[in-house]
């Protein structure tokens, strides 16, 4: 049988850090509050596009397999922040990893992008439609933030990551998943004014309220990641005891603490990174994974779960053996072009947009009566 081992990984964080205490400056808030309610300490902010923290994260990961650009037969891009919906994200990374002619395409799950590229590349590989993919996870979200609502402000940063895989016959990487969405609970987490009904309309792009409801949505991601924790551990026959460490998808450090208590995983098998990115949607399980490897958290043949859950609302778990290496065969030499601004700084224009926000009422997106 074909499985898709994960060979490659690598991350690229922007290198500004917007603090708790930047954001107290510009909101009505404090570092003792999103500390205590969210466990994050600061996050990131970028000063480039989507597509050059998705190039570099690639760039890494492919270095770390030893697999060149013009190998690469599949490139999924997860994400819900864009550049351009058309063309696509992937196709921008092929160009750049001069991977032509391979297949490339985006997946939107909202927070879950990743996980859910990652189980529709291993299954392309599984039935021999590609011998490999490159599977990405990226997210810009500071332009498309509404700097001035701290419930949501708070909570998010950007960064990339991204993992290769490689057809094996061994029994490794993706084991079992379970997939879910509670589309009832769709409207808990809208961005309202990203996407096309709102085009036309009178609203400037990239201007944006958010439609937010956190308990709920806290509500639905406990239930929806602990269950799928079960059915994926369950599918694979095994016991929350064999899972060696959980790469969980971090949005506040209460949810991941009630998933694994419902899970019967110790929190010392849970890796977080909370505390220094916060939640930087598609890109961080993957950017957690990176960060396990390189804080040696794990080790060859080790058992891995990795849930989360995003917009939609969206929901799942992964099953993954790792294989036997766990160290990156090269190193890239591609790196971010050079940041010397503060993230305040970056972060001007979009605050300026604090004095022009979509005002309720004032746009009627299609589908709305
Ligand atoms: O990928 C999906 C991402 N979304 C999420 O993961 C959201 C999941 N939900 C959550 O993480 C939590 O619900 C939040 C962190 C968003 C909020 O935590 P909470 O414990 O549910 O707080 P709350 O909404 O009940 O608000 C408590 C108080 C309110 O004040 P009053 O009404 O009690 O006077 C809020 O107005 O905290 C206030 N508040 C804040 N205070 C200071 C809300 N945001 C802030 C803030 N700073 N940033």
């Known amino acids: 049988m074909t499985y898709a081992a994960i060979t490659g990984w690598g991350k690229c964080l922007p290198p500004a850090v917007l603090s708790n205490r930047d954001l107290a400056s510009i909101l009505d ?29 690639a760039a890494r990961a492919l270095a770390a397999a030893g697999l060149t650009g013009s190998a690469v037969e599949l490139i999924v891009f997860g994400t819900c922040s864009h550049d351009d919906q058309v063309p696509n994200m992937a196709s921008g990374i092929q160009r750049r990893i001069g ?100 085009a036309n309309r009178g609203v400037l792009y990239g201007v944006t309220r958010w439609q937010f409801e956190g308990q709920e949505i806290f509500r639905r991601a406990v239930q929806g990641m602990s269950s799928a924790c079960d059915a994926a551990l369950a599918q694979s026959n095994l016991k929350a005891d064999a899972v060696d460490l959980v790469v969980p998808h971090q949005a506040n450090l209460r949810i ?11 929190m010392e098998k849970v890796f977080l990174t909370i505390q220094r990115y916060g939640n930087m949607s598609s890109a961080t399980v993957p950017v957690a994974l990176c960060d396990a490897l390189e804080e040696g958290r794990v080790h060859p043949g080790a058992l891995l779960l990795m849930p989360s859950f995003g917009g939609g609302l969206s929901f799942c778990a992964h099953v993954v053996r790792w294989g036997s290496r766990t160290t990156a065969l090269h190193t890239s030499a591609v790196e971010l072009p050079p940041n010397d601004r503060p993230a305040l700084e970056i972060l ?17 997106p299609f589908g709305d009566a």
Not at 29 to 56: A, F, K, M, N, Q
Not at 348 to 364: E, H, N, V, W
Request: aromatic share 6%; net charge neutral; with cysteine.
């Open 29 to 57: 808030t404090s570092d003792e509050w999103i500390v205590s309610r969210t466990g994050i300490h600061e996050r990131r902010i970028s000063h480039v596009g989507l597509e050059e923290l998705g190039y570099v994260a």
């Open 348 to 364: 001007r224009d979009c605050l300026a947009r604090k004095t022009r926000p979509i005002a309720t009422g004032a746009i009627t």
């Open 256 to 266: 991941i603490e009630a998933v694994a208590r419902r899970t019967h995983v110790p």
């Open 99 to 198: 991977a032509q002619p391979a297949a490339a395409y985006d997946i939107n799950t909202a927070c879950t992008s990743f996980l859910y590229g990652l189980s529709t590349a291993t299954a392309l590989i599984r039935t021999g439609v590609v011998r490999n993919a490159l599977v990405i996870g990226a997210e810009l979200i500071s332009p498309f933030m509404d700097w001035a609502d701290r419930d949501v402000a708070v909570l998010f940063g950007d960064g990339a990551a991204a993992v290769v895989l490689e057809a094996s016959e061994r029994t490794e990487g993706v084991l079992a998943q379970k997939l879910g969405c509670y589309g009832d609970a769709r409207e808990i987490l809208r961005v309202q004014g990203m996407g096309g009904r709102y």
